[in-house]
């Protein structure tokens, strides 16, 4: 199955959401197959924001995520990476639709609570990023079969 990459960013620790963002997932039947908790160094961090190094914004940007650690997941599921970003709503928490997650826990178009990979490109170079390949379990839990019909899962 497909695999996305979520960073719960500083504001989602802070505020103490993570429990409630996990829910969310799990809910809608999403697999955690990586999650573990890590400090962001500032070199890590510029590669993982290389697209947005020149933004004027991007030293405050840097600070924020390095304000405390953060837990990164890896998330599985058919089309993951597109129902994950569904899920997140827009960057801006004040733009993001009331029931997303940024919709709901975030009113910022920075401290705005997850990280989630935006394309197949993304996700599979910031899994790699992030994650060991050891720390990755590749797991079939038992409702599965009542989360997808047959014919959806490969
Ligand atoms: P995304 O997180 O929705 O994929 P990106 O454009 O990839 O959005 O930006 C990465 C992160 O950089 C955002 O989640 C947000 O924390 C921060 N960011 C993006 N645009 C701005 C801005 O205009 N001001 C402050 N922070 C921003
Ligand atoms: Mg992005």
Redesign the pocket.
Known sequence: MEKTLIIFKPSAMERGFVGQIINRFQQKGLVICGIKMMRLSEELLREH?A??VDKS?FP??LKSMMASPVIVMCLAGKDVINVVRLMTGA?NGRDALPGTIRGDFSAS??E?VI?AS?SPEDAAAEIKRFFKDEEIFEWTPANLKYVYSELEID
């Open positions: 924001y697209h947005l914004f405050v940007l960057t178009n920075q705005n990280h935006s």
